[in-house]
C-alpha cells in the first residue's frame, strides 16, 4: 500500500521569495515520485520525477526536489516565485504497477505581486 | 506534435442521459487511464487499460464504462446510473517498459461536464 500527503492546501508567496511546498509518502516499495503542475482548466505537466537515481531532483522552470529517504519527504522548492507559478501543484507516488499511481489532495500556489 | 487529445472542452448533458468524452493519443503509449478531478480531492482513478482489448476498474469505477479498440482510442461513457456526475475528467498515457510503470503519464487538457 503506499499514500502521499500534501501538507498544505494553500501556500501564498511573493513574487521572488522561496517556494516550499511539502509532500510525504509512504510505500512498501521502493517508489518512484513525480511532481506535476495543473493550470486552471488544463490537463497536468509533468515538473520533475525521482526514480532511485540521486536525490536531488532538477525539473523544469527553475523547480527541484530532494528525496529524503529517512524522512520520507519529496519537497518541491524555488528560489525565486514568478507569477506564471500559480497553479495547483501534485505530488505523486509510484509503486511500479499499472495501476499504481497515487496522488495528493493538491497545494494550490498563489503568487503575490 | 504528440500529445492526447480530448473532446469536447466543456459537456453539459441532462440528468439521466448517458455521456461519452473522448480521448485520442497519438504517443504510441501502450496504457491509457481515465481519471475523475473534484475540488480539493486530487485525482481518482476511474479505469485504465494496458493492452487494446482490455481494461480494469480502478478506485471509482461505478457508473462508468470505457473501451479499448484502438491503441489510439480510450472513450469512456458516463452512464445514467453515475450519481454525481459532474466533474473534471483527464485522460492520460504512459510507455510501458517491460513490467515497469514508472514513466510519467502525459495528460489531456480535459473535459468539463455538468449534468443539470
Known amino acids: 500500500a503506499q499514500s502521499v500527503t500534501q501538507l498544505d492546501s494553500h501556500v501564498s508567496v511573493s513574487e521572488g521569495t522561496p517556494v516550499l511546498l511539502r509532500c510525504n509518502y509512504s510505500s512498501s516499495y521502493s517508489p518512484s515520485l513525480f511532481w506535476y503542475v495543473q493550470h486552471p482548466n488544463k490537463g497536468l505537466q509533468l515538473l520533475l520525477k525521482?526514480?532511485?537515481?540521486?536525490?536531488l531532483v532538477k525539473g523544469i522552470n527553475g523547480f527541484e526536489a530532494e528525496f529524503k529517504k529517512s524522512e520520507t519527504s519529496f519537497h518541491l522548492t524555488k528560489p525565486s516565485a514568478h507569477m506564471s507559478d500559480a497553479a495547483e501543484y501534485f505530488c505523486?507516488?509510484?509503486?511500479?504497477?499499472?495501476?499504481?499511481?497515487?496522488f495528493g489532495k493538491g497545494t494550490h500556489l498563489i503568487i503575490q505581486p | 506534435d504528440g500529445g492526447i487529445t480530448q473532446s469536447p472542452k466543456y459537456l453539459f448533458r441532462k440528468e439521466g442521459q448517458n455521456v461519452t468524452l473522448s480521448c485520442e493519443q497519438n504517443?504510441?503509449?501502450?496504457?491509457m487511464y481515465w481519471y475523475r478531478q473534484d475540488p480539493g480531492q486530487g485525482l481518482r482513478l476511474i479505469y485504465y487499460s494496458q493492452i487494446v482489448n482490455d481494461f480494469q476498474k480502478g478506485d471509482i469505477a461505478e457508473g462508468y464504462s470505457v473501451s479499448r479498440e484502438k491503441k489510439e482510442s480510450f472513450p469512456l461513457t458516463v452512464t445514467s446510473a453515475q450519481k454525481n456526475p459532474t466533474a473534471f475528467y483527464l485522460c492520460?498515457?504512459?510507455?510501458?517498459?517491460?513490467?515497469?510503470?514508472?514513466?510519467?503519464?502525459?495528460f489531456g487538457n480535459g473535459t468539463r461536464l455538468t449534468v443539470t
Open positions: 492520460a498515457s504512459t510507455s510501458v517498459t517491460g513490467e515497469s510503470y514508472n514513466s510519467p503519464l502525459h
Open positions: 525521482y526514480t532511485s537515481a540521486a536525490t
Open positions: 504517443l504510441n503509449h501502450d496504457a
Open positions: 505523486v507516488v509510484s509503486g511500479g504497477g499499472a495501476d499504481g499511481l497515487t
